[in-house]
């Protein structure tokens, strides 16, 4: 209920009645007619534009995607998905995918704009304009903070917004042994890097304008290397230097567009982060975390698919069961060149697989004081083989 009882609560009444008219008329609907007439019996019932669209975008949302939930048997419905549509001869996974892509959102005028503004024009990329976005995840809103990897002329840039956002976390899906050229190293690294500036603890230290920032330890697996650095402001000397680490996947080439082969590092990175984020939350008697910055040379392939697989694997885990194309399609209204091939769709129902037979099925076992393996565990398959062994027919084509 709101104020006056017709302007949040009028668009409930018409989402509502709109999806009751959706069941009895087979998804046939006028979203204009039944609008006149709700509002012939009250004034101003969906009182406003915005409401009126995101009417449009509910029920689309409703209607094309409100059945493709997967749990934890996901068997089924992903064998179905590899499977022809008689009438087109494709693969329903490719009409799913080309369908959320048809519907993602474009990138806005005024984006172009500031990107030709003559302020901004040293640093565009290419093909783009260094924008950081929002991203919601499911328990928090902002979660991820979706950004390029900055050039060397916006490194000051990057570090304010570390440091104005608070954020203590900082994701890098560049593969340090194929970075591209316009890429600029922006934490220290040796004595002999030309930014490091002399402090008497030994620690090498860079300095980007008014932000030190100080490499304390630096250590590597066969996931990520892990970059533990202090940042501070130069001109707020009692301040306490923040915290910040970044993780750097590994094994995932800058050119390569196609996601990695398996899908146990993103898994395994995903928990790295979490973990650091939670370890963060407590120490600072923090009641929710700060932003993930996720960056790569675009801000979207392989970023973007970071930020998608970890949302799914969080609603996974909370609600036992996720929309992975409402879920796309919800990161694509921000940045539309998420998830931007269908390796990359297909690559999400790979990982979500794993993540329930790596993870949750595995807590569900330890969790268990009986031997005997859970319900769901024998729906799926425990310890089961990958995913593909389970289709029809092959994914390459």
Not at 88 to 101: H, N, Q, V
Not at 240 to 262: A, D, N
Not at 298 to 307: C, K, W
Request: hydrophobic share 35%.
């Amino acid at each position: 209920m709101n104020f006056t009882g017709c302007s949040t609560t009028g668009f409930y009444i018409a989402l509502d009645y709109l999806i009751d008219e959706v069941k009895s008329n087979n998804n046939s609907i006028s979203i204009f007619r039944a609008v006149s007439y709700l509002r012939d019996c009250r004034s101003f019932m969906v009182r406003t534009q915005k409401q009126y669209m995101l009417l449009y975008n509910c029920l689309f949302d409703y209607i094309v995607g409100g059945r493709k939930y997967l749990s934890y048997d996901m068997i089924t419905q992903y064998n179905h998905l590899n499977s022809r549509n008689d009438l087109t001869g494709e693969k329903y996974i490719s009409e799913e995918y080309c369908l959320l892509s048809k519907y993602s959102s474009s990138q806005s005028f005024g984006d172009v704009v500031a990107a030709m503004l003559p302020s901004n024009k040293s640093k565009n990329r290419p093909s783009d304009y260094i924008n950081a976005i929002y991203v919601d995840g499911y328990h928090q809103s902002n979660s991820f903070i979706l950004t390029q990897t900055p050039l060397q002329e916006t490194l000051v840039d990057f570090w304010r917004m570390i440091y104005e956002q608070g954020v203590s976390t900082i994701v890098m899906m560049d593969d340090d042994q194929m970075r591209d050229e316009s890429c600029a190293t922006y934490w220290p690294q040796t004595a002999d890097d030309s930014q490091l500036s002399s402090h008497g603890d030994g620690n090498p230290h860079c300095v980007f304008g008014n932000f030190i920032v100080k490499l304390i330890e630096e250590k590597a697996d066969d996931v990520a290397v892990s970059r533990h650095v202090t940042l501070s402001h130069s001109a707020h000397p009692d301040e306490m230097e923040r915290h910040v680490t970044q993780f750097q996947m590994v094994g995932w080439p800058l050119k390569q567009s196609k996601p990695p082969k398996t899908s146990l590092a993103i898994i395994q990175l995903i928990e790295k982060v979490e973990e650091w984020q939670r370890l963060v939350v407590s120490s600072y008697n923090q009641t929710v975390s700060s932003p993930v910055v996720v960056h790569c040379l675009d801000g979207a392939v392989h970023s973007g698919l970071y930020v998608a697989t970890s949302i799914i694997c969080e609603k996974m885990a909370a609600q036992n069961r996720v929309n992975i194309f409402l879920t796309v399609k919800e990161i694509n209204h921000r940045r539309k060149e998420v998830v931007s091939s269908l390796h990359q769709y297909k690559y999400l129902h790979r990982v979500l697989w794993d993540y329930i037979h790596v993870k949750l099925l595995h807590q569900v076992k330890e969790n268990s004081k009986s031997e005997e393996i859970t319900s769901a565990e024998r729906e799926s398959g425990y310890n089961s083989q990958p995913l593909e062994m389970y289709t029809s027919s092959s994914e390459e084509d």
